[in-house]
């Protein structure tokens, strides 16, 4: 980002005018050397006062600059030549001029001139309206639930609202941040759900493509270690209790978890190994495979591995039957076939619900969000956030 002039009215900055920049001088604090620390504190004070910006605080100063147009010899004085006049900013510091006019042009407003400031207030206020209307805001999707409901796919915006207040704190702002924490937010919704392109989303939000981008990846790891708090695995008499009835026909209330896979289609591996791991014959495309466990009440839970020592803590997998190595099932495969269909109807409608609500994961997934770095995946992540989102819907599995 280029270097601009904090003093009011100045206006320079680095990619355009043929100037220097200068920090604040920086509060010292050497031992054995009280005399310059002091001096320091005092310089630095003094700068304060000469720019005259009561909105410089101490994080717009750490990156707050003077340009050479404040100083007689176009650079500061040295941190100990105190009686240099170039020890503090002098010149060129305010360009306001404040020019007294007669008492009788302040009342001089014919009904020409209060028309015409009405006209060009009530412009004004259908243009805000219009503005309001067309942008992805925290404000448009306020006033029209049915915009809030497409970009987002949240039940109301009152769990919208109560999404941000869970995120927004632990959004890092800069003082050159171009969204604020709300805006990143909902960008990153947006993404989640319409997969939109980042020249796409740079346009809707007046920003570039690699802003977004970061901006997506950002929230997306905040969003990621707040939300997979939300990710819990009830309790058996709670799962008991809220059991559907379809389950209960079926299983009687030995049901404690159902667990499928579903694929992600990724772009082409660079590493032969990993593309030969990735690539689904089923599917003719490389794909990563998720594992997703489902309460028979809906609430997904990513991350469930079960293994093969699951009889030892006194429980059952049930699974359809296969005809491999047989002409045709037998007539009792096929009763419990039959009624582990009923179910699983239900467990395919989770699945398809994660996949349509968030468009990324029905889309290719650029293979830059597949690859491992010091932490999870970002994919990994967009998954886990996709299945919390999911979990403060409606449930779609009828009691």
């Avoid at 100990?80 to 009342?107: A, F």
């Avoid at 004004?124 to 915009?147: A, G, P, T, V």
């Avoid at 466990?293 to 079960?306: E, H, N, S």
Wanted: proline share 5%; glycine share 2%.
């Amino acid at each position: 980002m280029p270097a601009f002039c904090c003093v009011v009215g100045c206006g320079s900055r680095g990619e355009r005018d043929n100037v220097k920049f200068y920090a604040f001088p920086k509060i010292l604090n050497f031992p054995h050397t009280q005399h310059i620390n002091a001096l320091s504190q005092v310089r630095r004070q003094k700068w304060i006062n000469a720019i005259k910006r009561e909105d410089l605080t101490e994080a717009k100063l750490k990156y707050a600059t003077v340009c050479s147009k404040h100083f007689i010899n176009g650079k500061p004085a040295g941190r100990e030549d105190s009686n240099n006049p170039d020890w503090v900013p002098s010149i060129n510091l305010d360009e306001i001029e404040w020019n007294p006019y007669d008492k009788s042009c302040q009342t001089s407003l014919d009904s020409a001139n209060i028309s015409h400031l009405m006209l060009a207030s009530t412009r004004c206020d259908k243009l805000q309206k219009k503005l309001n209307s067309i942008s992805l805001s925290y404000e448009s999707f306020k006033s029209n639930d049915f915009k809030m409901r497409y970009y987002t796919d949240l039940d109301s915006f009152s769990k919208l609202e109560i999404l941000i207040k869970y995120i927004e704190p632990y959004v890092e702002i800069h003082f050159n941040t171009s969204l604020n924490a709300v805006q990143q937010i909902i960008l990153t919704l947006v993404k989640l759900r319409l997969n939109l392109d980042f020249k796409d989303l740079a346009f809707r939000f007046n920003i570039s493509p690699t802003t977004a981008s970061v901006y997506f990846e950002n929230i997306i790891n905040v969003m990621y270690n707040r939300l997979r708090k939300l990710i819990i695995w009830p309790d058996k008499d709670i799962l008991q209790k809220t059991m559907p009835s379809c389950f209960v026909e079926t299983f009687k209330d030995k049901t404690t978890v159902v667990i499928d896979c579903f694929e992600v289609f990724i772009e082409k591996p660079f590493s032969l190994l990993m593309a030969a791991q990735c690539w689904s014959n089923y599917k003719h495309n490389y794909t990563l495979k998720f594992l997703i466990g489902i309460t028979p009440q809906g609430t997904v839970y990513r991350g469930f591995l079960i293994n093969e020592y699951v009889q030892t803590l006194q429980a059952q997998v049930i699974t359809p039957a296969f005809t491999k190595g047989k002409n045709q099932l037998h007539p009792t495969d096929i009763e419990a076939t039959r009624s582990l269909a009923h179910v699983r109807i239900h467990v395919e409608r989770i699945i398809g619900t994660i996949r349509q609500k968030y468009r990324i994961l029905s889309d290719t997934v650029p293979i830059t969000l597949v690859s491992r770095g010091q932490t999870d995946p970002i994919l990994d992540k967009i998954v886990r956030c996709c299945c919390a989102l999911v979990n403060l819907c409606t449930p779609i599995i009828p009691s």
